[in-house]
């Protein structure tokens, strides 16, 4: 259904979204949560959305490093290997 709401597209993607989440859906369930795939669109909206949910604590951040935006070719080169294990921060210090 999210991918019809927020996509705007047929049931064909929706049920490729719902079977490619099912490993995920079913473990969260294991550990009493739920889990939804949100496709984010760039709004103010969406990010209000994003920002009541972790105000709420409904949404936990986790952050995996920070770099420098100095060191914005390494954080993209760290991305790449496949290690993070939560966001990856690029901070004007």
Known sequence: MT???DL??????????????????????????????LFMHTSGADLAYLAS???AEKLEVV???????????????YLETGRAKGKVVLAMR
């Open 8 to 37: 705007g597209r047929g049931s064909g993607l929706a049920t490729l979204f719902w079977v490619a989440s099912l490993p995920t859906r079913l473990r969260a369930a294991r550990h009493g949560v739920s889990y939804r795939y």
């Open 63 to 77: 952050i995996d490093r920070v770099f420098p935006f100095a060191e914005a070719k390494e954080a993209v080169g």
């Open 53 to 55: 949910l972790i105000e």
């Open 3 to 5: 991918a019809r709401k």
